[in-house]
């Protein structure tokens, strides 16, 4: 399987997130990244290309263009305000308060953000265009006829949607391949999000659509970030009734759990007939994950990738999280590994 990678991701370097009412070291590292490809350079996955450059036309058929406008111009009007140094937002509309995006730099941050978690810096920018760029150039190997292709984002995608960042994420990369794909004229495709959260910004992206299947199994959200969205019970709206599912797990799942989630995953996914898979593929479901608390080992990984390749349809595999950072490499791609022992088989 060929990889997909751009050294751009570093120019998203954050030096703290506000996690458990400490501000500390941003789990999204660069280092993620590079343990993720030298994992795939040990075992010879596959070719390493650099992506393309698609502009920003693609993103804007999942992000308004008020939003990205907004992520081009954020850190700009940031060190106008405060000087350069890392932005975060503060204060979030509540229940019986206005949605009037206000002037103020600080404001647009809370406007559009859900966390503070997900610095903006200077280099953000750069770097999820270049991830955006990752993704479509994973589903251009695809449309050239390869079986797989690993897309390894960086920053992640899910969280984000229409018009909103967090979660470390501010483009959804995973969307937006999806969207390309419909664009490039496939009639359905299904993006599968196994990673140890809820992927909300997907889920609303393609809510009140039937043309895009979207399935989650994660973390319920009534114990995990990030707690609003991806409970059992949403399943899609208007048009797109039906064609959303969710798959909360209960904190210390580990793979018998998994497997059962991941079966029903793949039997409503089978059923839909999609011409391709999105995977959102992030690792955070490991035991040895410092902010998650599933308990899959290195080798369910591979169990992982050989019931995704059921589909027997072509798969982008899209980078989310993940954050044992030692054990990155081994367990992202195991998935992509098990995914190809079961398609050549
Ligand atoms: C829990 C605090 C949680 C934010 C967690 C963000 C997770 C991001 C991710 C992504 F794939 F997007 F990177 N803080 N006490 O792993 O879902
Ligand atoms: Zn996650």
């Keep these: 399987m060929k990889t997909v990678y751009s050294d751009e991701h570093r120019h998203q370097d954050g030096k703290a997130e506000l ?35 698609f502009g920003i036309g693609p993103v804007k058929r999942v992000h308004k263009a008020n939003f990205v406008e907004f992520l081009r111009g954020a850190w700009d009007l940031w060190v106008k305000q405060h000087g350069a140094y890392d932005a975060l937002p503060l204060n979030w509309a509540t229940r019986g308060m206005r949605t009037i995006e206000p002037e103020a730099i600080d404001g647009k941050l809370s406007h559009y953000s859900f966390d503070a978690g997900t610095p903006i810096t200077a280099g953000t920018w750069r770097a999820i265009t270049a991830a955006a760029n990752v993704a479509l150039s994973g589903l251009a190997l695809l449309a050239k006829g390869e079986s797989g292709a690993f897309s390894l984002c960086r920053p992640p995608g899910h969280h984000a949607g229409s018009d909103f960042y967090g979660g470390y994420c501010f483009f959804n990369n995973a969307a937006v391949a999806a969207q390309a794909f419909i664009d490039a004229g496939a009639r359905r495709v299904a993006v599968l999000d196994v990673d140890y959260h809820h992927g909300n910004g997907t889920q609303e992206i393609f809510y009140e659509r039937s043309d895009v299947l979207t399935i989650s199994i994660h973390a319920d959200p009534k114990q995990e970030f990030p707690y609003f969205l991806g409970h059992a019970d949403e399943a899609g709206a208007g048009k797109g009734t039906g064609f959303h ?41 490991f035991e040895g994950d410092p902010i998650s608390k599933f308990r899959l080992r290195h080798e369910d990984y591979l169990r992982m990738g050989q019931a995704i390749a059921k589909s027997g349809k072509p798969t982008l595999f899209v980078m989310e999280g993940g954050y044992a950072v030692e054990a990155l490499g081994i367990n992202a791609v195991n998935v992509l590994m098990g995914y190809e022992q079961a398609v050549r088989r």
């Design 19 to 53: 996690i458990d009412g400490k501000l500390m070291p941003c789990f999204e590292m660069p280092r993620r990244a590079d343990m993720i490809l030298a994992r795939v350079k040990e075992v010879k996955l596959g070719e390493v290309i650099e992506p393309d450059d």
């Design 245 to 285: 599912l969710n798959l909360p797990l209960r904190w210390g799942s580990a793979w018998d759990k998994y497997e059962a989630a991941l079966a029903a995953a793949m039997t409503k996914l089978i059923a839909y007939e999609p011409e391709a898979v999105v995977v959102s593929l992030g690792v955070d479901t």
